[in-house]
């Protein structure tokens, strides 16, 4: 979790979801099968034998399995009633936070098994950024929409135009 400062009250704090992982793990997954299938050709064709094949696709798989099971924890999400910070790596960290007041735009994104799983990303504009910038987003957690709808609640209650101003 982000360092909170002094006077910031923690909203909520978490990390992308197992299912996230899935999508990484399928498309991965089956690339790690290439050494599998080569062999079973080849050992239609010839004399060679499938073992060594095996024992290389089950590394790549356990690799996949690995590395999908690091991604998710070395990402922390963090909001509090101030600031909105997302927190990657584990012995190379990188940390992005913005002013909730900068945020002027919440957008959600799901693919088809985010949309199947109820999983997906959040994604923030904000002001002074340009294209080029690097991204602020939440992702792979539950539920985008209802995370959406939270932040804005909560970015609504800071707007100058909710105070009557």
């Known amino acids: 979790m982000a360092d909170i400062l002094e006077g910031e009250k923690l909203i909520w704090a978490g990390r992308p979801t197992w299912k996230w992982s899935l999508t990484f793990i399928l498309k991965w997954g089956i690339l790690a099968l290439i050494p599998l299938i080569v062999g079973v050709v080849l050992s239609q064709v010839s004399?060679?034998?499938?073992?060594?094949?095996?024992?290389?696709?089950v590394?790549?798989?356990?690799i996949v399995i690995v590395l999908a099971w690091v991604r998710r924890l070395d990402t922390h999400y963090t909001v509090t009633d101030r600031r909105l910070i997302v927190r990657h790596g584990i012995l190379n960290r990188n940390e992005r936070s913005a002013s909730l007041e900068r945020i002027q735009n919440v957008n959600t994104g799901q693919g088809l098994l985010g949309r199947l799983l109820n999983f997906g990303d959040v994604e923030f504009d904000t002001a002074g950024s340009e294209v080029g910038d690097a991204?602020?987003?939440l992702r792979g957690v539950n539920d985008p929409h209802q995370v959406r709808d939270n932040l804005?609640?909560?970015?609504?209650?800071?707007?100058?135009?909710?105070?009557?101003?």
């Open 47 to 57: 004399s060679v034998s499938v073992t060594w094949f095996l024992a290389a696709t």
């Open 135 to 137: 991204e602020l987003a």
């Open 152 to 165: 804005d609640r909560i970015l609504i209650g800071r707007s100058p135009s909710s105070s009557g101003v």
């Open 59 to 62: 590394i790549l798989v356990a």
